[in-house]
T-cell receptor
């Protein structure tokens, strides 16, 4: 049973460029959320996707966008990259708890995509 | 808003010492609480969880009790091993957005 898989594992971009990160959820999961983890910090919630729609969003600008596909996989897109976007981007999957969208459930994380912006 | 506060690290211990990592939270209502562990170069792994007040989560010798009165969920282990060296994150389920603490690095020496 494959867990959460993310690609690419590492990438380097320059300021102003755009990046797309990909995530495949754990088998049986239908919800994907994305997190930004800066060095020495905890993960910061970016957004959550369920039924191909963005359901919840953290305090991130519109440069951060996403998509969920019918097979539940997801993409995170970041436009107009800034130096401060350098971080580990984590994807987590879960099964929708059905409790009004509350994130009370267990999250399964991938190993992350390490983005460096020069 | 919701927040999670963890004790500053790094926590440095000798093998077989007792471990406590403090975690307190602020949230609306009574969220589920979690501890995750992150080894170098890896994603976060769920260590244990508790879904209601007075619940005790436990796994691999680690324990944490959901204390509603003190809004705390401190992580403990009676005898740490070198292999426990990692970063530990406390998480609140929160109302809608999962909230993580900043993480506490644990270093265990032989």
């Amino acid at each position: 049973d494959a867990g959460v898989t993310q690609s690419p594992t590492h990438l380097i971009k320059t300021r102003g460029q755009q990046v797309t990160l990909r995530c495949s959820p754990k088998s049986g999961h239908d919800t994907v959320s994305w997190y930004q983890q800066a060095l020495g910090q905890g993960p910061q919630f970016i957004f959550q996707y369920y039924e191909e729609e963005e359901r919840q969003r953290g305090n991130f600008p519109d440069r951060f966008s996403g998509h969920q596909f019918p097979n539940y996989s997801s993409e995170l897109n970041v436009n107009a990259l800034l130096l401060g976007d350098s971080a580990l981007y984590l994807c987590a999957s879960s099964f929708y708890s059905g409790t009004g969208g509350k994130n009370t459930g267990e999250l399964f994380f991938g190993e992350g995509s390490r983005l460096t912006v020069l | 808003g919701n927040s999670v506060t963890q004790m500053e690290g790094p926590v440095t211990l000798s093998e077989e010492a007792f471990l406590t990592i403090n975690c307190t939270y602020t949230a609306t209502g009574y969220p589920s609480l979690f501890w995750y562990v992150q080894y170098p170069g890896e994603g976060l792994q769920l260590l244990l969880k508790a879904t209601k007040a007075d619940d005790k989560g436990s796994n691999k010798g680690f324990e944490a009790t959901y204390r509603k009165e003190t809004t705390s969920f401190h992580l403990e282990k009676g005898s740490v091993q070198v292999s426990d060296s990692a970063v530990y994150f406390c998480r609140s389920g929160g109302s809608y957005i999962p909230t993580f603490g900043r993480g506490t690095s644990l270093i265990v020496h032989p």
